[in-house]
Nanobody, 127 residues
Framework: QVQLVESGGGLVQAGGSLRLSCAAS????????MGWFRQAPGKDREFVAT????????YYVDSVKGRFTISRDNAKNTAYLQMRSLKSEDTAVYYC????????????????????WGQGTQVTVSS
């Protein structure tokens, strides 16, 4: 059983940056593709980014391309989401997820492909 714990959220002004971390325990992160999702108040959960098990492939939702970067350090059992040029519409609870059956970055867009989820971390962007 893999446990995921997100950290790094907070309050930031528009145009600012944050780096979210997702620390895994109970299993080797290298066995899992990783994804970041977010959910704003009153909205459905939204895919943000995914990264392949080896880190060799990534995919982003169009709204964050060029501003967000997903990465991973399998030796540290941690995944990251670097967020730059934040906008008020990025305000949401951000969740990381691990999926052993995610075989392509395109399939990593779907929450159902993931096996384990973190509890979420709040990101609030003030305008």
């Amino acid at each position: 059983q893999v446990q995921l714990v997100e950290s790094g959220g907070g309050l930031v002004q528009a145009g600012g940056s944050l780096r979210l971390s997702c620390a895994a325990s109970g299993g080797a992160l290298s066995r899992y593709a990783m994804g970041w999702f977010r959910q704003a108040p009153g909205k459905d959960r939204e895919f943000v980014a995914t990264i392949a098990k080896s880190g060799g492939g990534t995919y982003y939702v169009d709204s964050v391309k060029g501003r967000f970067t997903i990465s991973r350090d399998n030796a540290k059992n941690t995944a990251y989401l670097q967020m730059r040029s934040l906008k008020s519409e990025d305000t949401a609870v951000y969740y990381c997820a691990a999926g052993q059956k995610v075989t392509t970055v395109l399939s990593g867009r779907f929450g159902a492909a993931y096996d384990y989820w973190g509890q979420g971390t709040q990101v609030t962007v003030s305008s």
